[in-house]
Structure formats: structure tokens, C-alpha cells
């Protein structure tokens, strides 16, 4: 069936580090791919997605570019800031209008001064 | 354009009662769904409707059952609550219309405590 597979938590970095949570993914036909953000009690809210092999998606500085060959959405991003500390989940739709979100067991990021 | 919203942001309850949880989605959304999130469980899907209809549901007992209303609002409902119920229930919209609509936006989400 469809699943998602995230890196394991928590990750904690210093401000300006380079972030990276890894993302695989497994799944029927060409899925589109999302990464979503959650700060503490509050919803989910999209960061960025990429619907077709090759894209990448891009936002505030994050990047995720969808690999079919490798079946990965890494999520990136150059310089974090503390203001980025929140909880990390990637998610993948199936290629159609309608249906679930298959979401990863998130990942725990805390940036510190 | 307002977001999603959901109501009421938090509810008490206490074990064998029943519990309604409201979402109005992003105007002019047409689909809705319904998550769970426990921190041992993470993000379980509910079920998503498309015009008033269910066209999904996860692997929940039958206590759990929504409805979506002609103006696509959605309603879900727990009957005899257990204690592991306690939850964040968060639902998300979209315009399900192409495929690149086909994003989900989340509300803040409802945090039921059951007692």
C-alpha cells in the first residue's frame, strides 16, 4: 500500500545550520508529493508540493525535489532559523482529484541561537 | 479569503458521551476530509467527503461517521467516547476539481480530551 517514511526526530540544530529531512515514499502510479509544517497547537499548514517526477517544490527558503528514480522529497534548506522550529511532516496524494493524504510520523525540529 | 475553520477549537468530555466537531472549508472548496492526530498514532485519515457523498473512509469502528451539508460544510461525530479517542481532529479542504487543486488546507483543528 501507499506510505511514507520520514527521518526520525528530533533533529536540533544551530541558527544558519543546513537542514535536511529525509522523505521515501511508496506508492501506486505518480503521487503528488507534499511537505507540511505544524507549530505548536496549531493545524498543518502546506509548505511546499511537487506533482510530477523532476519538480521541485519551494517556499520561505525551503526546498524538495520529487525523485521517481529514488522514490524521495528530501526537504531543504540552507540557513534555518529559529523561527523554524515546528514539527516536519511529508505526505504524498495519489495522482487523482480526490483522495487521502499519506503522512510520515513527522519530524521534530528545534533551532536554537 | 478566509481559511479553514473549525469549531470548537477545544472540548471535554467524559467516557459513553458524544461528541459533534464542525469544519467550514476554504469558499468554493468541495471536498473535505477528516484527520486524527495522537502522538502515538500520528496523522490518521477519518474519512473525505465530495458533494454531500463519502467517497473515503479509513480504518476507524463504526462510532466515528461524518456528513458533509450542500454548502460543503462537515460535520463528525464520536459516539461512546473511549479515553483513547483524546485527539487533535483536524480537517482539511480542497477544490477537487484538476489535479493540480487537488492540495489540502488545514484548519487549526479541534483538541477533544476525553475523561
Known amino acids: 500500500g501507499d506510505s511514507v517514511t520520514q527521518m526520525e526526530g528530533p533533529v536540533t540544530l544551530s541558527e544558519e545550520a543546513f537542514l535536511t529531512i529525509n522523505c521515501t515514499y511508496t506508492?501506486?502510479?505518480?503521487?503528488?508529493l507534499f511537505w507540511y509544517v505544524q507549530y505548536p497547537g496549531e493545524g498543518l499548514q502546506l509548505l511546499l508540493k511537487a506533482t510530477k517526477a523532476d519538480d521541485k517544490g519551494s517556499n520561505k527558503g525551503f526546498e524538495a525535489t520529487y525523485r521517481k528514480e529514488t522514490t524521495s522529497f528530501h526537504l531543504e534548506k540552507g540557513s534555518v532559523q529559529v523561527s523554524d522550529s515546528a514539527v516536519y511532516f511529508c505526505a504524498l496524494r495519489r495522482g487523482s482529484t480526490l483522495g487521502r493524504l499519506y503522512f510520515g510520523r513527522g519530524t521534530q525540529l528545534t533551532v536554537w541561537p | 479569503k478566509a481559511g479553514v475553520t473549525q469549531t470548537p477549537r477545544y472540548l471535554i468530555k467524559t467516557r459513553g458521551q458524544q461528541v459533534t466537531l464542525s469544519c467550514s472549508p476554504i469558499s468554493g472548496h468541495r471536498s473535505v476530509s477528516w484527520y486524527q492526530q495522537t502522538p502515538g498514532q500520528g496523522l490518521q485519515f477519518l474519512f473525505e467527503?465530495?458533494?454531500?457523498?463519502?467517497?473515503n473512509k479509513g480504518n476507524f469502528p463504526g462510532r466515528f461517521s461524518g456528513r458533509q451539508f450542500s454548502n460543503s460544510r462537515s460535520e463528525m461525530n464520536v459516539s461512546t467516547l473511549e479515553l483513547g479517542d483524546s485527539a487533535l481532529y483536524l480537517c482539511?479542504?480542497?477544490?477537487?476539481?484538476?489535479?493540480?487543486?487537488?492540495?489540502?488546507?488545514f484548519g487549526p483543528g479541534t483538541r477533544l480530551l476525553v475523561l
Open positions: 506508492a501506486t502510479g505518480y503521487p503528488s
Open positions: 467527503y465530495f458533494s454531500e457523498t463519502q467517497r
Open positions: 482539511a479542504s480542497s477544490l477537487a476539481k484538476v489535479r493540480d487543486q487537488e492540495t489540502q488546507y
